[in-house]
């Protein structure tokens, strides 16, 4: 039934409308609680990130009534040129929402000849994203409109088949969900442990007061039992005031010459500010394009290890960070921070509470720019290396299970992405689907 969007709405199956007009919808009426709204930002493939989320009074809200979303819409990113052409299903775990007016929804009529689920899918795939970003109109800023939304080539099988594949994605999808929020909650731990070290110094108090730290005694023997003052305030006695570089290495990038093939689509991983500010999770696996070793040699840029963070220096994303979970390279924009001290989760934690003040401290006529000099200049406390090294040993397991959720996660979305082509082209049998699902999550 029908070839694209289009034919699907004129056969008033589904509707297309636009997010509210800027003029209706302004950054004064946002305020920390509310009724939800969409941004752009807060769309990611396949789902909704509600830590983007914005909220408005229940009287405005009122207002943009019409722009109400329930269960089973989907909502595009109309604009940007990372964010144009993502899509993402609304969930009943979304609850009230309205659209934004960076949003574009799609919203099913008639249930009985399409699935919510499947055609979630279905316009989230990567070619009708692929699709969607090269019809869209602009080449700087691209923009997304209804017309080019609803030209949007579209594969319906039967309906029995469309919950079928629904079924057999979504278990992936859930699996891969299930995994990203266990790496929140993993990585949410470490940081919290690194906190009670070195930001509160629980375990100083503790000592000080004559309490328990609760920790095995080879690390608590690393800690001291009182305070004394510094430049930055209370810090544990014997500790010490400098830049992050003394515990750190910085290494930069750089981008081979893009009119030599030669230097291009080869084995090795290459890193663009895009690659880090699009990365939702802890570490970086795979990278929108690869280099040779030409191109390594020309560019005068170096192999990254594993586990060192990335920051994004400059651009419109400036401390935008990640660890790297490979081995690659990098392009100019971007910074990596490597631990001398043997303790990369530790600086990798570090850096995450640092980033805010290193950001304000940058410079730049259109966008901050974070320099050498950014990581040279900052002042934190340092701990001595011995108890970075035990706060490192004491968590790394703990990014080691990220890394492994990570890569088992890209695993399952490359098979959720080669199967959807091929369960409605009937290439693929159902049956034959579950049973390899069955095999690998």
């Not at 950014?374 to 108890?387: C, D, G, I, W, Y």
């Amino acid at each position: 039934m029908g070839e694209s969007l289009g034919d699907l709405a004129k056969q008033g199956a589904i509707t297309i409308s636009t997010g509210p007009f800027g003029s209706a919808l302004h950054a004064h009426d946002y305020q920390p609680i509310g009724v939800p709204v969409i941004p752009t930002e807060a769309i990611e493939p396949g789902r909704l990130r509600h830590d983007k989320i914005v909220r408005i009074t229940e009287e405005k809200a009122r207002e943009l009534a019409r722009h109400r979303l329930k269960p089973g819409d989907i909502v595009f990113a109309r604009r940007g040129a990372q964010a144009c052409g993502l899509s993402a299903p609304v969930t009943e775990e979304d609850g009230e929402m309205i659209a934004g007016t960076g949003v574009i929804t799609l919203q099913i009529l008639d249930r009985q000849k399409i699935d919510p689920g499947f055609l979630a899918c279905a316009v989230g795939a990567p070619d009708s994203i692929l699709w969607l970003k090269h019809h869209a109109v602009g080449a700087t800023m691209p923009n997304l409109n209804s017309s080019v939304i609803l030209s949007l080539p579209i594969r319906l099988p039967d309906l029995k088949t469309q919950r079928a594949i629904a079924h057999i994605l979504g278990t992936l999808d859930h699996k891969i969900e299930l995994n990203r929020r266990m790496n929140e909650t993993l990585e949410a731990m470490a940081r919290a442990i690194f906190k009670s070290w070195f930001v509160d110094f629980d375990p100083v108090r503790a000592k000080a007061e004559g309490r328990d730290p609760g920790l095995p005694k080879h690390i608590v023997d690393l800690f001291p039992d009182r305070f004394e003052y510094c430049e930055l305030g209370e810090m544990p006695a014997g500790w010490e005031v400098g830049s992050i570089l003394k515990q750190a290495s910085l290494l930069s990038g750089g981008t081979p010459k893009t009119d030599r093939k030669d230097y291009w689509d080869g084995d090795i991983l290459w890193a663009s500010a895009k690659d880090v500010s699009q990365c939702s999770q802890t570490f970086l696996i795979e990278t929108e394009r690869t280099i040779t070793e030409s191109g390594l040699e020309e560019s005068a840029t170096q192999l990254i290890p594993p586990f060192c963070t990335v920051v994004v220096a400059r651009g419109a994303t400036t401390g935008r960070m990640v660890l790297f979970g490979r081995e690659m390279a990098m392009n100019q924009t971007c910074y990596a921070l490597a631990s001398i001290t043997d303790a990369p989760s530790a600086l990798y934690c570090r850096l995450r509470r640092e980033m805010e003040d290193l950001v304000h401290a940058a410079h730049g006529s259109v966008f901050d720019t974070i320099t050498t000099s950014t990581f040279a200049n900052s002042r934190v406390v340092l701990p001595p290396v011995a108890l970075l090294k035990a706060f490192d040993q004491s968590v790394f397991s703990i990014f080691q299970r990220i890394l492994r959720n990570t890569e088992e996660a890209q695993v399952l979305a490359v098979l959720r992405d080669t199967l959807l082509p091929k369960l409605i082209s009937g290439e693929r049998r159902v049956k034959d689907a579950e049973r390899l699902i069955g095999k690998v999550s």
